[in-house]
């Protein structure tokens, strides 16, 4: 028995092309009947906040240091830690905005990743993620479509920084592309064509 975590970052609600291919994915896994719990976590309605100056002091701090005032400030982030820790799978949609992920998408890693937290350093000084066997599966919607070779900023960001600030490595990118063409039509069912055949979701 899994337990999911959905993660949405587009301010568009049914309209939102991310949305609606991170909820079919959602849907597939759902009919795997495997699943336990499904936590949504909408981070246009409960919005990340920015590290500032005060918060930011607080990620520095040791655990041993964190006081009432830490644990008020550090809430939000430690919330997203448990939800991260609690789930098997993580759903994440994301727009492309300027080539890269959403901003509220952005500040939710901002406050997820924290050294002693989501990776320590072991005596050699390399970083070891806390989370191993999860797996994240990504719904990128973009207006235009990836040219072969560009960089891809979405994608390949968020592979590296899952693999290594947390230790996540299997990570899966469905795309939904061209969204602002004219007489775009969205069509989800080849673009999960072959969901079931790629993950194995026993
Ligand atoms: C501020 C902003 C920046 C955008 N930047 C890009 C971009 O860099 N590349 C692209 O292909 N589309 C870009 N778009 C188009 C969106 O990626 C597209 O509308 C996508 O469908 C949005 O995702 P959603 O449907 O899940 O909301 C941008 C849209 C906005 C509003």
Redesign the pocket.
Known sequence: MKNILHIIS???GD?????RLSSLILEKLLQQHTINKVVVRNLIKDVPPYADEVSIHEFYKHPALYDEQSKKLLSYANATVDEVRQADIIVI?T?????GVSTPLKAWLDQLIRAGVTYVFDEQWNRVGQFKSKKVYLAI????RNTEGAPDYISDYLKDVFRSYTGITDVETYRIEG??ESGFIADYESILKDFYAVNDLS
């Open positions: 587009s301010a568009r309209l939102s092309y991310s949305n949609g727009p492309m905005f300027n080539l919607a973009s207006g235009g969204t602002m």
